[in-house]
């Protein structure tokens, strides 16, 4: 006999589940959008973001010095919320990705660039820029499940049942 508890769990996880299979991509995508708005924003005003001047140095750099690091400054605050708006209005998405991708291969050329400037310890302990880096890898991977969705993909509740796992 079951308890309670237990057969209202088996009641409400279906309906739960079928609630994050059905808004879980559009507030991921729109929750990403906000990170990359607020954070391309504060690139605008010289000084408020962190990632800042290794982020200005690494496109300076990249460009072979024809971007001051002031342009680099502007040209990455545009970007940042360009990607930022098109996740959040859920327009122009395979443009917007292709942008993020763009972007985000840029966040990472600084660890073979400045390694000294991303790790106090090569390879095992990044600073605080080297961390910033590396949680990019889950940007990286909300842009590939939103991505997934582009074509009309969607998250599904339940498994179809041939892809029911056994026990």
Partial sequence: MKTWWLRLYHRVDPLLTAWMARHGITLLRISLGVVFFWFGVL???????????LATRTITTLSLGLLSADAARILLATLET??????????????????????????????????AEVFYRIPYAPTLEGQYIFKNMVLISAGLV?????RGGRLVAEPLPSERREG
Avoid at 146 to 150: E, L, R, Y
């Fill in 43 to 53: 690139k605008f005003f010289p000084g408020l973001s962190p990632a800042e001047g």
């Fill in 82 to 115: 360009l990607i930022g708006l098109g996740l959040m209005v859920g327009l122009y998405l395979r443009a917007t990705l292709f942008l993020l991708f763009f972007q985000m291969l840029g966040t990472i050329t600084p660890i073979f660039l400045f390694p």
């Fill in 146 to 150: 939103i991505g997934a969705t582009v």
